[in-house]
């Protein structure tokens, strides 16, 4: 079955260094993929998306491409800030209209100042 | 703004009381999940609706149902709760469509003694 699989972590790194989180996925067809975070004490919001291969999802300076060649997903971050401290979730929607989605283990970041 | 709320932020029941989980959504979405999230494990879905009174099996039903009388509001049941199901629960809604992004509720963490 489709499957999500994120780096171990947590990962901890100073302010203004660069972030990756790596993220690669199994999955039958062409699956839109997802990156989701969850600062403490909240429920998940979505960061961005890709729904076909060698999209871009952007935003808040976090970039992830979706690349079908290496079935990855990884996202980036050029500058880490403190407030980017949380717990980052890839996720993958395989086809069908259920919506369903399939989500990695988490990545917990921590920012120290 | 869009909002996904859930009955309880903290909860805690005795093994073999049945609890019920409430999960309103006010976005007039069609999908309505519930999820629960454990360290190391990510997001695992447990049951999930398209439509009011539909519901599908996730990956880990077992030990839990759903009711959905109305469209915004999605029940999760623990028939007999048990320490296994000591655990953070999500609900979450979309739009009918497979793109549509899913919002989420904060969350209840729930304690079975």
């Known amino acids: 079955g489709d499957s999500v699989t994120q780096m171990e972590g947590p990962v901890t790194l100073s302010e203004e260094a660069f972030l990756t989180i790596n993220c690669t996925y199994t999955a039958t067809g062409y699956p839109s993929l997802f990156w989701y975070v969850q600062y403490p004490g909240e429920g998940l919001q979505l960061l961005l998306k890709a729904t076909k291969a060698d999209d871009k999802g952007s935003n808040k300076g976090f970039e992830a491409t979706y690349r079908k060649e290496t079935t990855s997903f990884h996202l980036e971050k050029g500058s880490v800030q403190v407030s980017d401290s949380a717990v980052y979730f890839c996720a993958l929607r395989g086809s069908g209209n259920t919506g369903k989605l399939i989500f990695g283990q988490g990545t917990t970041l921590q920012v120290k100042p | 703004d869009v909002k996904v709320t859930q009955s309880s932020r903290y909860l805690v029941k005795r093994t073999g009381e049945k609890v019920f989980l409430e999960c309103v959504q006010d976005m007039d979405h069609e999908n309505m999940f519930w999820y629960r999230q454990d360290p190391g494990l990510g997001l695992r879905l447990i049951y999930f609706s398209y439509d009011v009174k539909m519901k599908e099996k996730g990956d880990i039903p077992e030990g839990y149902s759903v009711s959905r009388e109305k469209k915004e509001r999605f029940s999760l049941i623990l028939e007999s709760a048990s320490t296994n199901q000591t655990s953070m629960y999500l609900c979450?809604?979309?739009?009918?469509?497979?793109?549509?992004?899913?919002?989420f509720g904060p969350g209840t963490r729930l304690t079975v003694l």
């Open positions: 979450a809604s979309s739009k009918r469509g497979s793109y549509n992004e899913q919002f």
